[in-house]
């Protein structure tokens, strides 16, 4: 049989592969940084954008940061140059306008933001959405059916229950998680409930009319949030993109249009997103064919605004097979702060008590603490002073067969002599006062009398036991 110090070495052994391995495992997998969305600087595969950070960390006077906050709050905006890749579309139609406004102020001091859109192969889901609602009539009868009734619902259907869902756009198989997306949709959804919509469109059956409800709400809305296409003067339109004969894609060339600018002549563009409705101020840098702009450039007050149609050129895949540092150097604008923003992508920080403690480098006081409790573990285990040894052989020994009374008997015998236990037994009682009020005075008068013949005596020749039984019968006595 196996003693019992090997069986915990055994099991330490074992403790120790497993933690290893399951380290080793995590390692593997969050060294590839697949579990983030595409076009995060924190995704090390061909989607992700880790080694344009990692880059720019190589560059000298350059400071790259990652922005966790569900809020943008940076409004220094000189020498800072904010990137948001892989946003959707629709995910910023709805900023809350304290947000709008910081990244407004942002903007107009100095700062320089630029946005990359996710890459959109498919129809984009407005589209999906109207061909979802057409039906067919080429049949007659129970024949008719809804086109493209296979497909999924917009990215902000409402449910029979008036719950939202939200729901991402996977291109080529990539998970595009967007949570300032699903936020900004749920508060679009909250301010007009699902009971509400329901008598609004019963008054609109019986043709009542809402036109004062509608604008109500358009100005509430507007009060609390803001639409950054429409703030900043720009729209979106989709090209479809070409195929070849076997059925794949055909990604087009965008043509460099200011030939003052030391860009690539030509740039690949994965997407088919463009921009339209463009308002003034607002200059095409690339361009597919005849008026569709794919990135965009305006200036506010001092600082600027760049759109890309398409997050690639900024991909890791990008980097490794059609890199541009002069494309990448534009961008920056001569940004020495550059600031990538994680939150829109759903990965946003939540600081716990562990990240506090980092942040204000509050490591010795865990340290000391730790110390501390060990010091208390030990002393209640382990007495820090050596045990007294007794000189006397009898000391630690218990006697038995004594119980409350004995020991109280023998405390008497050892403090109070016995000529002196009447006095003392006498006085005690006189302090209690109850049964001495309820003595007759010939009763009070024969026991202070016997009390003063007794201390009169010498302490030899008092009988305490004698005097006890006089006492008692005095005390019995009826008045």
């Given at each position: 049989m196996l003693k019992r110090p090997v069986i915990l070495c055994a099991g330490l052994l074992f403790a120790a592969v497993f933690v290893f391995g399951l380290v080793h495992l995590f390692d593997l997998r969050l060294d590839q940084g697949d579990i983030y969305p595409p076009y995060s600087t924190l995704r090390a595969d061909p989607l992700g954008a880790s080694v344009i950070y990692e880059s720019l960390e190589q560059v000298p006077g350059v400071?790259?940061?990652?922005?966790?906050?569900?809020?943008?709050?940076v409004d220094d905006g000189p020498g800072h140059a904010l990137f948001v890749l892989g946003t959707e579309p629709d995910s910023l139609d709805v900023l809350s306008r304290t947000e709008f406004d910081t990244l407004q102020r942002f903007v107009f001091n100095g700062g320089r933001v630029v946005i990359a859109y996710y890459p959109q192969i498919d129809d984009p889901w407005s589209d999906r959405y109207s061909n979802t609602n057409e039906t067919d009539d080429s049949e007659s009868g129970s024949k008719k059916f809804r086109r493209n009734s296979h497909r999924k619902k917009p990215i902000s259907d409402t449910?029979?229950?008036?719950?939202?869902?939200?729901?991402?756009?996977?291109?080529?198989?990539a998970a595009g998680t967007n949570g300032v997306t699903t936020a900004t949709?749920?508060?679009?959804?909250?301010?007009?409930?699902a009971k509400a919509r329901h008598d609004r469109n019963s008054r609109r059956a019986q043709g009542s009319p809402d036109d004062e409800d509608k604008a109500d709400q358009q100005q509430e809305f507007q009060r609390k949030y803001a639409d950054l296409s429409k703030e900043w003067g720009y729209d979106f339109t989709f090209k479809k993109l070409g195929t070849n004969a076997d059925g794949s894609v055909i990604f087009p060339q965008a043509v460099l249009l200011p030939q003052k600018l030391e860009l690539p002549p030509r740039q690949a563009i994965h997407t088919s997103l463009c921009f339209t409705n463009l308002t003034?101020?607002?200059?095409?840098?690339?361009q597919r064919d005849k008026k569709t702009p794919v990135v965009i450039e305006r200036k506010f007050g001092a600082g600027t605004v760049v759109l890309v149609a398409d997050s690639y050129p900024f991909s890791n895949e990008a980097m490794f097979k059609d890199?541009?540092?002069?494309?990448?150097?534009?961008?920056?604008?001569g940004g020495r702060e550059v600031i990538f923003e994680e939150a829109h992508l759903g990965i946003v920080e939540q600081p716990g008590m562990a990240s506090l403690m980092r942040r204000y480098q509050l490591h010795g006081l865990i340290f000391?603490?730790?110390f501390l409790s060990g010091l208390f573990v030990w002393k209640n285990a382990i007495s820090l002073v050596p045990p007294h040894e007794a000189s006397g052989g009898d000391a630690g020994l218990v006697v038995a067969g004594r119980d409350s009374a004995s020991g109280f008997v023998n405390l008497v015998r050892r403090s109070i002599s016995p000529a002196e236990i009447i006095n003392v037994c006498f006085a005690e009682w006189k302090k209690s006062g109850v049964r001495m009020a309820a003595m007759s005075p010939e009763q009070r008068r024969d026991l202070e009398q016997l009390i003063q013949q007794q201390?009169?005596?010498?302490p030899n020749h008092r009988k305490p036991v004698e005097n006890y039984r006089v006492i008692s019968q005095i005390l019995k006595r009826r008045h």
């Open positions: 400071t790259p940061s990652r922005y966790f906050d569900q809020t943008f709050k449910d029979n229950d008036g719950s939202v869902t939200n729901l991402a756009d996977n291109v080529d198989g949709n749920s508060l679009a959804t909250d301010l007009k409930p003034n101020g607002w200059a095409t840098i690339y890199r541009s540092a002069s494309l990448i150097s534009w961008m920056l604008g000391s603490l730790i201390a009169a005596l010498d």
